[in-house]
């Protein structure tokens, strides 16, 4: 089984679509495995299709056939958001959930806001398994597809211009974020911040003493600004709820979110410096 991982010793080009091939077909797995819940199923699909992106950002530049990667990013995107509905459901409730027992809040106060998450439409099964069934018809189409992504240069070189794209557009929409505060802009840096993280991960072996660390951190910060990502959506869902005490539970989800932007803030100074790097591929990031 080929890992998220590429040896920037060997054919960079090579390596990248058999990382792209194994995500795929690790996707179709998880789909066939009867063991996995539905939950689980739409949870490891929609993370391949997070980390094809991540795969498709960081060969953006040296990509030789134009339209490839609009192509094959809309595509995954598109497949992800296939879900979103009930990943949002799920969502919903697990944050509600959370901010109850953090808060120790009543839960029958806000009743009104537990029966309008209950109340959301969602796909059904039958949905979605119709859906995965065309996600599998289309992975022969898909497989030649990764053939095209051909790369001008093959050398570790192949990943420069990617990674210090993604870490300056990480490090630029980080001051943005902190500057306006605005749920807007910290999602965009939430972005960036999850493909600078993949990226690491993909070379992370090649300097794994130095890169295993910032991997560990960039995870962490990731998985943070998620959950305040979580916090924002749940902020804009109960605006249209008709709840007595909405303005209250508001209140929990604002102080919530500051507490994750804090922590954001500090986690993130030790993986975004002030300078963009401009030599080297691997040390530039660190210093």
Known sequence: ??????????????????????????????IEDNSLSMDKK??????????MRGLLRIIRPQLQISGVYDAQNQYFKETAKQFSAIRDKRMLEETFKKIVLKYNLDENRYMQIVQSIESMKVQS?????????????????????????????KSSRALDKGIKKGYKKASKLKKKAYKTQSDKDF?????????????????KKNEECVLGPRVKVSGILADILGDEHDLSVFKR???????????????????????????????????????????????????
């Open 125 to 153: 099964e039958i949905s979605v398994q119709n859906y995965f069934a065309l996600y599998r018809a289309e992975f022969e189409e898909n497989r030649k597809n990764i053939e095209q992504y051909r790369l001008k240069e």
């Open 1 to 30: 089984v080929v890992s998220y991982s590429i040896n920037l010793k060997k054919n960079v080009e090579k390596q990248s679509q058999k990382v792209a091939l194994s995500q795929l077909k690790k996707s179709i797995e998880e």
């Open 237 to 287: 869902f109960i605006e249209d709820v008709k709840c007595e005490y909405k303005v209250e539970f508001m209140g929990y989800l604002k102080q919530e979110q500051d507490l994750l932007r804090k922590r954001a803030e500090k986690l993130s100074d030790i993986l975004f410096c002030n300078k963009s790097p401009k030599k080297g591929l691997l040390i530039s990031l660190l210093q």
């Open 42 to 51: 739409i949870h490891q699909l929609r993370k391949r299709c997070k980390k």
């Open 187 to 203: 999602h965009a840096w939430r972005k960036w911040v999850k493909y600078h993280w993949y990226h690491m991960r993909l070379i």
